[in-house]
């Protein structure tokens, strides 16, 4: 039994235990190119919050991990079979929910992992800290939280050398082999800025890329992967175990 992991733990267990910090880690489901699976980013994130919250536990903080919410938004892709969309309107109403759960019991200190590029909880955030201002709630993207040049030669950000790197340390027996792989090609908007990135509109998904994969995935290896999920679960716990010392009544120097 784990107490840092809700979904393990039991009330008798629990009731005592001080919670400095709730994490929620939230995914997607969805197609990864060929030989990845649609759970890639839900498996990926929940091991990152619990390994980090593990390894921040270790240290003296005292994180809980909530389970994980497996659906993400890919209003983009509705033309791929069973990727499942939820909308940022649902995300909201989830959120919020939670919030008021962890509020009511004085569990002040609360931060979203996100393991999927679709989602985007700012301004979420913004609205629920106006609502809750108790709460002290943040957001983090665990893929930016390292240099993905120190660890892969190639890039792309979707079922790419990182995504299955990572899967092939984690879960192998998941994957199909990497001659079952697309090349990961995708197309560049026409528009310029689009592509500077100083002008946003969502990519149809389909349009962009034939495997669904943007990224080539084929110098994936599990020992790079090793390397980077373990900086990652470095970077994460020292958050989360900052989080959990910190005083958000202050927080600025
Ligand atoms: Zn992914």
């Not at 997607?28 to 990926?44: G, K, Q, R, S, W």
């Not at 108790?134 to 930016?144: E, L, S, V």
Request: glycine fraction near 6%; hydrophobic fraction near 40%.
């Amino acid at each position: 039994m784990e107490p840092f992991i809700l979904a393990g733990t039991n009330w008798k267990t629990l009731k005592d235990q001080r919670i400095d910090l709730a994490v929620l880690p939230w995914g997607a489901t969805e197609a990864h190119n060929y030989h990845l699976p649609f759970a890639t980013d839900n498996i990926m994130v929940d091991k990152i919050a619990q390994e980090s919250a593990r390894k921040a536990w270790s240290k003296g903080a005292r994180p809980i991990v909530l389970p994980l919410i497996p659906f993400g938004v890919n209003t983009g892709q509705m033309d791929i079979v069973l990727n499942i969309n939820m909308n940022p309107s649902t995300q909201f109403a989830i959120l919020n929910d939670v919030t008021d759960v962890l509020n009511r019991h004085e569990i002040y200190k609360f931060m979203i992992l996100n393991g999927h590029g679709g989602n985007d909880f700012k301004q979420m955030i913004r609205e629920l800290g106006l609502k809750y201002p108790k709460m002290f709630i943040c957001g983090c993207n665990w893929y930016q939280s390292f240099d993905n040049t120190e660890f892969f030669e190639n890039s792309g950000g979707h079922a790419d050398e990182m995504e299955t790197s990572i899967m092939q340390y984690l879960v192998p027996e998941l994957l199909l082999p990497l001659s079952e792989a697309g090349e990961g090609k995708s197309k560049k908007f026409r528009i310029k800025a689009l592509n500077e990135k100083w002008a946003w509109a969502e990519r149809r998904w389909s349009q962009v890329t034939t495997d669904t994969g943007i990224g080539d995935p084929s110098k994936a290896t599990p020992e790079k992967g090793e390397k980077c999920f373990n900086e990652i679960i470095k970077k994460v716990s020292d958050l989360i175990l900052e989080l959990s010392e910190a005083d958000i009544n202050n927080m600025y120097e």
